[in-house]
């Protein structure tokens, strides 16, 4: 089976510092992998996805993710963190019509 | 904005009484799936349809009643719920190996 797991259920940054947001997969296949994003009292938003081919993926809002085969990551960051960002971020990986989230990240962005 | 949309936003219920949940789209998707959201908690998948027949259920109460009266429309029946039933329910949609779009959701409250 496959899983994600998120490392830090709560990440807190300064407005203007980098974001990483951290996530390992398990998977028997290459994976089809995931970042969505959920503000308060609404759905989920996809951030960027990783299927095949680059390794580098860009997404929306200046978020970024790198695919490491090697390491079984997909770690998200962004470069200069912005109030807007503070969030629940899920990383999520999809087989067979179903998509599996991890427990979460909930980004906080500090003046 | 999102290309699903869910109604009602809100929905307050209780134990004894019958309601629906609503979703629609218009982006010519053949899969279609319901979630439920625990506050804190990662999206859970509950149902998916595919091209209008149901293919996953993951052994949700029968007090949960999925049906797709076509490629656009999703609704979810409930009956008899539980306090412990409150949470918020998603709608997503999604055509092959495309990300999911998900709604903003129901956030139901069983009483």
């Known amino acids: 089976a496959q899983s994600v797991t998120q490392l830090g259920s709560h990440v807190s940054v300064s407005e203007g510092a980098l974001v990483l947001l951290r996530c390992n997969y398990s998977?028997?296949?290459?994976?089809?992998l995931f970042w969505y994003v959920q503000y308060p009292n609404q759905g989920l938003q996809l951030l960027l996805k990783y299927t095949t081919g680059a390794t580098l993926v860009k997404g929306i809002n200046g978020f970024e993710a790198e695919f490491k085969k090697s390491e079984t990551s997909f770690h998200l960051t962004k470069p200069s963190a912005h109030m807007s960002d503070a969030a629940e971020y899920f990383c999520a990986v999809s087989t067979a019509s179903k998509l599996t989230f991890g427990t979460g990240t909930r980004l906080q962005v500090t003046l | 904005d999102t290309e699903v949309t869910q109604t009602p936003k809100h929905l307050v219920m209780g134990m004894t009484n019958k309601k629906s949940l609503k979703c629609e789209q218009h982006?010519?998707?053949?899969?279609m799936y319901w979630y439920k959201q625990k506050a804190k908690k990662p999206p859970e998948l509950m149902f998916v349809?595919?091209?209008?027949?149901?293919?996953i259920n993951e052994s949700v109460p029968s007090r949960f009643s999925p049906e797709c009266p076509n490629s656009s429309l999703l609704n979810l029946h409930l009956h008899a719920l539980q306090p412990e039933d409150s949470a918020l329910y998603l709608c997503?949609?999604?055509?092959?190996?495309?990300?999911?779009?998900f709604g903003n959701g129901t956030r139901l409250t069983v009483t």
């Open positions: 982006m010519g998707h053949r899969a």
């Open positions: 998977s028997s296949v290459p994976p089809y």
């Open positions: 349809y595919s091209y209008e027949k149901l293919s």
């Open positions: 997503a949609s999604s055509h092959g190996n495309s990300p999911l779009h």
